[in-house]
């Protein structure tokens, strides 16, 4: 089993910056991509950013593009969430998840979430 740990939220201000990380251990040769979601209260969880763990093809939600930024380091099993002109909108908390399928866009591991919170 990958588990997975995010650290990086807090509280920023209206158009401040944020960054996330979240670090992999475990079995990691099976992932093939990660992404970043994110499910604000009363609000179904949302996709907001993927990247291939070989390739680092990335891939945003429209909201957020042009604002984020995703990336990885496979030397630390480590994927990176940038977050520029932040957004009250933007407030949520944000999951990290391995996806071990090439075709099914379906992701198998879960982190336990960090919050963010942009104030207005």
């Known amino acids: 089993q990958v588990q997975l740990v995010e650290s990086g939220g807090g509280l920023v201000q209206t158009g401040g910056s944020l960054g996330l990380s979240c670090v992999a251990s475990?079995?990691?040769?099976?992932?093939?991509?990660m992404g970043w979601f994110r499910q604000a209260p009363g609000k179904e969880r949302e996709f907001v950013a993927a990247?291939?763990?070989?390739?680092?093809?990335?891939v945003y939600a429209d909201s957020v593009k042009g604002r984020f930024t995703i990336s990885r380091d496979n030397a630390k099993n480590t994927m990176y969430l940038q977050m520029n002109s932040l957004k009250p909108e933007d407030t949520a908390v944000y999951y990290c998840?391995?996806?071990?399928?090439?075709?099914?866009?379906?992701?198998?591991?879960w982190g336990q979430g960090t919050q963010v919170t942009v104030s207005s």
């Open positions: 998840a391995g996806r071990r399928s090439t075709i099914k866009v379906l992701y198998d591991y």
């Open positions: 475990g079995p990691t040769f099976s992932l093939y991509a």
């Open positions: 990247i291939t763990w070989s390739a680092g093809s990335t």
